[in-house]
């Protein structure tokens, strides 16, 4: 009954090499969403998709990409891995871009960087 | 500014407690949601309950309750009869538009 299903929960990756963290969703929802959430900290925004359209954090850093190639899947691509990008990422859905509509979270990625 | 502050870290009580946790938010909009997640040691954040400003009414939905206030500006959680189950770090959520703003969490401890 998985809803939103995320890839690995676990990555260890070394500093420097790129890692892509992938997201699917059974919801059929038009907007999917990618937060960071390091330790003890509330989850930031990094981007998200409303359909084809990507819409960036303005701060979030150009080391983070998104690719969205079909309505229930989203990849998160960090493409020179820092200490700092050691986090929980989570990704998420709502049926549309609206206040009122409820996200919905994956279990998460949690990423090592060595 | 849109802010949510929810002042206390870090809770701990014992089975069977009654427990309540804070939130006060900040906004001009006239309308607007207000969430609450779970997040459990497993990370997925479990969404529990939404809100909207026009409805003022407290919600009850098993051990679960919210106290909404708009005058107040506060969206409390009480827990009855606290279990181990409980014990996650919950946050408060107000909707702006397209984007969840998120305050800083509390962590519930539930000791047997």
């Known amino acids: 009954d998985a809803m939103v299903i995320q890839n690995p929960r676990y990555q260890v990756t070394q500093f420097g090499k790129p890692v892509t963290l992938s997201c699917s969703q059974t919801?059929?929802?038009?907007?999917m969403y990618w937060y960071q959430q390091k330790s003890s900290q509330a989850p930031k925004l990094l981007f998200h998709y409303y359909d084809k359209d990507f819409n960036n954090e303005a701060d979030t850093p150009d080391n983070f990409q998104s690719r969205r190639p079909n309505t229930s899947f989203c990849f998160l691509d960090i493409r020179s891995p820092g200490l700092g990008d050691a986090a929980m990422y989570l990704c998420?859905?709502?049926?549309?871009?609206?206040?009122?509509?409820?996200?919905?979270f994956g279990p998460g990625t949690r990423l090592t960087v060595l | 500014a849109q802010k949510v502050t929810q002042a206390q870290t870090e809770i701990s009580v014992v089975e069977k407690e009654d427990v309540t946790l804070d939130c006060v938010y900040e906004?001009?909009?006239?309308?607007?949601?207000l969430f609450w997640y779970k997040q459990p040691p497993s990370g997925e954040l479990v969404f529990l309950i939404r809100r909207n400003s026009f409805d003022e009414q407290n919600e009850i939905s098993g051990r679960y309750s919210w106290n909404f206030q708009k005058s107040t500006s506060s969206f409390n959680f009480t827990i009855t009869a606290s279990q181990v189950v409980d014990s996650a770090v919950y946050f408060c959520a107000l909707s702006n538009t397209d984007k969840l703003i998120f305050g800083t969490g509390t962590r519930l401890q539930v000791f047997p």
């Open positions: 998420a859905t709502s049926r549309e871009r609206v206040q009122t509509d409820t996200q919905y």
């Open positions: 919801l059929n929802h038009n907007v």
């Open positions: 906004t001009r909009d006239t309308t607007y949601y």
